[in-house]
Structure formats: structure tokens, C-alpha cells
């Protein structure tokens, strides 16, 4: 019998070697990385927002603002051929359940990316974790505790509070001319609340005064008479409303029954047309700093919203400012992603962010800048002032920052 090689045992191996380098280049790009929540046809977004607790007046319409913006992308097509799929959890504006949503998104999900809302203590809570799992997150404007310094992996878009209290002293002094103005603060015993206390009287101290009165109104609150009697016992002609729409507008309320109308100033979360409708009169000299603009303004990125809005929310036919910043939460990302190429990895996501400079928005907000250095995209505002008559909050300030 003529004897075999000793070569032909090795054949079997070389075959095996030669498929598993095919099989390496011929899987798509995202099962090539292993990257979480992406396949070759989806691209899987989490998302914590408050749907059943105190903030669901803010952060319901924000969700449908998101979610309409990724059923249009879809429509059209998606991202380099890929669909936006999305897994909403509600974190009822509380820490504990914030924590245990990104917990559920990232294991049991495996989100690619994430976009945030809850509270600013639970954002705070969530940065080790958030730098642990790498995971880009996108979230709302809120405290510069949270972007500066800057996170790797941590965006928001919009004005910060700081900006905004900023902004408001501003107006009071620089605009207003107001002489030894009398301020007070509203807000709530949060991590929210305790920033704008912080900045309120830092921003005092810098024109040599104090704030006058400070009061605290819970979440959820319907009622505040005993906190406006206390503001207008010390006589405060300027009150800033640094809450919720409901507990500004609770506040409103309570000071109306016993005469009270100073001139209200709030920050972004404070002002929504529900709070005109419910207060008349007594809102006729309440204002309103917001990085986004409104339902009703004539710029091509609402009219445009507007059109797409009637396809897919057709009972529906206005909006709040918070469904705008949903949206346009979600034109940032889905540029992010586009600019992160066919290729999607959570670091080319994280690169297409940074790559943002004085990006537009056709109105919808100011210009957009993010960068190494630039965890914040937005540093404008407008200031709006309640139309009584037609209750609605229009603008009365171009797109503006808050002075150095």
C-alpha cells in the first residue's frame, strides 16, 4: 500500500484558517466591531424619560417629539440604510428608577446610544456608569456640573441654567434698568432647584446684592400660597421661577388670591402656553428664557415640523416647546450618526459630535458647536414674554448669550 503524506492531515487546518479569515471581512461592519445595538439594518436608541411622574407635563411631549423625528428618518429611508429602533423606559423623575433604566437599556437591551432626560440628580448619578459602559449619551440642557469639565461620553443641547439665570440677571439690570431691585427665587428641594439657588445668589453677589426671599415648592404641587405670601412680605418685585410648568404655574395662581404681581422671570422648564391659559391675567408680566423656539414662530425648521408633525400626529395640531426640543434633540443625533459613516462605532459617534461647528438648524435653535472642549451645543436663548389676549409666549429678543 503507498503511503499517505503527513502534509494531507495539515489540509483540514489550512481550510479552517482560510474560512475564518473570509467569514472576519465578509460579516457587515457592525457585527465586525461587535458593536452593541447595531446590526446591518437598525441602529437601537434608549431612552429615559418621565411619562407618569411629576414631569410628565415636560418630558411627554419631549418623548413624541423624538419619536416623531425617527418615524420620519425611517420613512425616508433611514441612516446608511439602517432603521432607528428605540426602547423607551419611564424613570418617574426619580433617581433609584433613572438608575435602573440604564441598567435594563444597556444589559438587557443593549442600546447603542442613549438619549436622557429625569433629573439632574440622577444624570449626575448616572456619569460613572454612563464612563464605564462607553456609551455616548445625549442629554438635556441642564447644569454645567455636568459638562464642565467635560465628559467623554456626555452631550447636551441647549442652555444651561447657569446661562440662563445668567441671562435673566441680565435682563433685570442691563435691560430693565432696575434700581436696587428686590429678587426672589422659587424652585423646588432638588439637585435642579439647588443649582439655580447657587447661581441666583452668585450671580446677586456679583452686582452687590442678595436675593431677598428663596422659597421652596415640591414637585407636583398644586398649591403655593404660603411661598407667595412670603415673597411678597418681603416686598420682591422680581421673582425667579426656576421649576416645573405646573409648580410656576401653581405659584401663579397661589400669588393671584392675595394680590401678588411682581414681574416673573423663569428658565427654560418654567414657561409653556398651558400656564397663560390657566393664570390670564395674572401671567401678563411673565417672561421666559429657551434655547428652542415655538409652535407658532415663522422659521423653516418649525414650518417644516409643522408639515410632518400633520402626517404622523394628524389629531394633534400644536405643539409645546418641549415636543420642539425632542425633535431637535433628535436632528442632532441623527447627524451625529450620519457623519459617523456606514461603519457605526460608539467612538466614530462620539468623533461625529465633536466634528459639530455652528451647525444650523433652520431656526429651530441658535447655532450648534460641540468639540473636545464643548460638551455644551448650545449657549443661545430668546426671551419670550406671555400674550395674554392670544395665550401663547412670543418672543421678544432675537437668539442671545448671556453677558461675560
Not at 78 to 88: A, C, F, M, T, Y
Not at 100 to 125: C, D, E, H, P
Not at 156 to 185: C, M, Q
Not at 242 to 265: E, Q
Request: hydrophobic fraction near 40%; glycine fraction near 8%.
Amino acid at each position: 500500500m503507498k503511503k499517505r503524506s503527513s502534509y494531507v492531515f495539515l489540509i483540514p487546518l489550512f481550510v479552517f484558517f482560510v474560512m475564518s479569515i473570509v467569514a472576519l471581512f465578509t460579516v457587515t461592519p457592525g457585527e465586525a466591531a461587535n458593536v452593541p445595538g447595531v446590526t446591518e439594518d437598525t441602529i437601537m436608541v434608549g431612552m429615559i424619560l418621565d411619562q407618569t411622574g411629576p414631569t410628565v407635563e415636560i418630558q411627554g411631549p419631549l418623548a413624541d417629539g423624538v419619536k416623531t423625528y425617527f418615524r420620519y428618518v425611517n420613512d425616508q429611508g433611514g441612516i446608511h440604510g439602517r432603521k432607528l429602533k428605540w426602547v423607551h423606559e419611564d424613570d418617574r423623575y426619580t433617581v433609584s428608577l433613572m438608575i435602573s433604566a440604564f441598567k435594563k437599556l444597556i444589559y438587557r437591551n443593549q442600546v447603542f446610544t442613549m438619549f436622557l432626560g429625569g433629573s439632574t440628580g440622577g444624570l449626575l448619578a448616572l456619569q460613572p456608569m454612563i464612563a464605564k459602559e462607553q456609551v455616548p449619551v445625549l442629554g438635556p440642557p441642564t447644569s454645567d456640573i455636568l459638562v464642565i469639565p467635560p465628559r467623554k461620553y456626555y452631550f447636551t443641547h441647549g442652555t444651561s441654567y447657569e446661562d440662563e439665570i445668567k441671562i435673566l440677571f441680565d435682563y433685570i439690570y442691563d435691560v430693565k434698568k432696575a434700581k436696587n431691585p428686590k429678587i426672589g427665587l422659587v424652585r423646588a428641594d432638588t439637585e435642579h432647584g439647588k443649582v439655580g439657588s447657587r447661581t441666583a445668589s452668585q450671580q446677586a453677589e456679583l452686582r452687590h446684592t442678595k436675593l431677598v426671599g428663596e422659597v421652596i415648592v415640591s414637585p407636583g404641587a398644586i398649591d403655593a400660597t404660603s411661598e407667595a405670601l412670603i415673597l411678597k412680605m418681603a416686598s420682591c418685585d422680581y421673582v425667579l421661577l426656576h421649576t416645573t410648568t405646573g409648580n410656576a404655574t401653581a405659584f401663579v395662581r397661589s400669588a393671584m388670591k392675595i394680590g401678588y404681581d411682581p414681574m416673573y422671570l423663569g428658565t427654560k422648564y418654567a414657561g409653556a402656553e398651558d400656564l397663560v391659559r390657566l393664570t390670564g391675567d395674572g401671567s401678563k408680566n411673565f417672561h421666559i428664557v429657551n434655547s428652542f423656539s415655538r409652535w407658532y414662530e415663522n422659521v423653516p425648521g418649525i414650518t417644516k415640523m409643522k408639515e410632518i408633525n400633520s402626517k404622523y400626529n394628524p389629531k394633534k395640531n400644536e405643539q409645546p416647546s418641549w415636543f420642539v426640543q425632542g425633535w431637535t434633540h433628535s436632528v442632532v443625533l441623527v447627524e451625529a450618526l450620519k457623519r459617523a459613516g456606514k461603519d457605526l462605532n460608539r467612538e466614530g459617534l462620539i468623533r461625529a459630535y465633536e466634528s459639530f461647528k455652528d451647525f444650523k438648524t433652520d431656526g429651530l435653535t441658535g447655532p450648534i458647536t460641540l468639540g473636545p472642549g464643548m460638551r455644551t451645543g448650545g449657549e443661545y436663548v430668546k426671551l419670550y414674554k406671555a400674550d395674554v389676549q392670544n395665550k401663547r409666549l412670543i418672543a421678544i429678543t432675537d437668539w442671545m448669550k448671556p453677558s461675560k
